[in-house]
C-alpha cells in the first residue's frame, strides 16, 4: 500500500530531524525536496523548527516544499544564486552544511 511504501522515508526523515537537532526555533537548511527531503521538512516542523530553507534544482519540487511548510526556497541551479555573488546566502547554507557534518563526523 501506499501507506507502507512511506514508512521506511518517514523514519529516515524524523531520525535526520532528530539527528540535526530540529526544535522550536531552530534554522534549518535541507538540500534536496525529494521524497527524503521533504519527510525531513516535515519532521522538522514537527518537532517545532520555524525557519525551515529548502534547496533543490527543480522548482515543482520547492513548490511542493512550500505548500508543506517550507519558509523558503532556493532554486540551486538559479544563474541568480550562482553568479550573483549572493554570498551571506551561499556562506550560511555552507557554514551549516559544515557544521552539520562536524557533529555526524566527530
Known amino acids: 500500500t501506499?501507506?507502507?511504501a512511506l514508512v521506511e522515508p518517514a523514519a529516515v526523515g524524523m531520525h535526520a530531524a532528530i539527528l540535526g537537532e530540529a526544535r522550536l526555533g531552530k534554522s534549518i537548511v535541507?538540500?534536496?525536496a525529494g521524497t527524503i527531503g521533504l519527510m525531513v521538512l516535515q519532521?522538522?516542523?514537527?518537532?517545532?523548527a520555524t525557519d525551515i530553507t529548502?534547496?533543490?534544482?527543480?522548482?515543482k519540487r520547492l513548490d511542493l516544499a512550500k505548500e508543506l511548510?517550507?519558509?523558503?526556497?532556493i532554486n540551486g541551479a538559479s544563474p541568480?544564486?550562482?553568479?550573483?555573488?549572493?554570498?551571506?546566502q551561499i556562506y550560511s547554507i555552507l557554514s551549516y552544511i559544515t557544521n552539520f557534518?562536524?557533529?555526524?563526523?566527530?
Not at 101 to 106: A, C, P
Request: hydrophobic letters at 50%; proline letters at 0%; glycine letters at 10%.
Open 43 to 48: 519532521a522538522c516542523k514537527s518537532l517545532g
Open 54 to 59: 529548502v534547496v533543490d534544482v527543480m522548482d
Open 101 to 106: 557534518l562536524r557533529k555526524i563526523f566527530k
Open 80 to 88: 541568480l544564486i550562482i553568479s550573483s555573488g549572493n554570498f551571506f
Open 30 to 32: 535541507i538540500l534536496g
Open 2 to 4: 501506499m501507506e507502507a
Open 69 to 73: 511548510g517550507a519558509s523558503r526556497t
